[in-house]
């Protein structure tokens, strides 16, 4: 674990308890590989703690990345060059085959796209790297379910739908206009959609913690699937940028007097899209936005709003990535907490230490 961070604020200066933020990094010691820790109150730095790594060492978010795509669309919404209940095919002609030509924008954005996949998921997972390949397999993709009916975790699809929708309004590829639009007005320079070769020596490699996730070691490990941009799930980056970011967010569009959203856009992209039902593709409750995992407590212990804690309340906003890593910000409570780890567990586990981490945050606002 590296020294404390000599821009850590004192706890007690933001309400919060050091003993329980202590028990905090305790457990993430103990669960061994490498993690990155950043919380946030108030706008102030509590907690930037890496473990078993640099502190700019770069973790890979994976599902993390999908919020990215989805602000980028609302970003173009609110310059009114994309409009969300338009179906995407007025963007994109050729995604209106099979039946998809009344899919809305907005009903990607809410996982309600039906088309959770585009061509079968291994072939999704195979040709996630190569950005037209599956582009073409999403056109060609036929619908499970209409659209808007049914909430079914869009893995893959996600990001590419949004992604093309960006490229095809404004011209320029996905990645330059999140990173000239998002990232370096914020001074985030280092979140990289797709790894470039100068920073390869600071990536974090997955270390499958469980047989189930071997398949996601092999792929995610490899330099090319590091390298490429793939909108739903190649992120990399550090704690502390991501947690940089949801700052932006509670803010409401600004941070450090750079603007890179309207509030309104913000607050359409937090917007609950579902009641908590469960979800079709991971077969359990989930809370969507429009671009956004939510949290709330609920009585359902597989709940995946618990992934922010399950007194985390009902306008906590953020994603996880796979079962090993996890951010978020409370406006209730004025927090933003970053997790990230290179340990992946079986799913169901893998929730519980992600529950974990978040429920001794948010403890650690309550004993404060």
Known sequence: MNAINEREHSPKEVGMDAAALQRLTDVVRARGGAAQLCVLRRGAVVLDRAFGCSPDSLFLCYAATKPF???AVHALAERGLIELDQPVAAYWPQFAQHGKGEVTVRHVLQHRAGVPVGRGMLRTMRTARDWERSVR???QARPRWPGGKVAAYHFMSYGFILGELVQRVTGRSFRDFVTSEFFVPLG???LHLGLPNNAWHRHVPARADHPSEWPNQWMSNRRRYRQ???PSAGLSGTAAQLARFYQMLLGGGTLDRARVLQPESVAEA???SNDGGSDASLKRPVRWSHGFMLGGPGPDPRDLAHVM????SASTFGHAGTTS????ADPTRE???AYLSNVQPEFGAGIERLREVSDLVLGACEAG
């Open 69 to 71: 795509a989805a602000l």
């Open 137 to 139: 397999d999403l056109e």
């Open 188 to 190: 985030l320079n280092d």
């Open 228 to 230: 490429s941009v793939i």
């Open 270 to 272: 937090r917007k609950p």
């Open 309 to 312: 804690g399950r007194a985390s």
């Open 325 to 328: 890593s996890v951010v978020w």
């Open 335 to 337: 927090l933003v907490f």
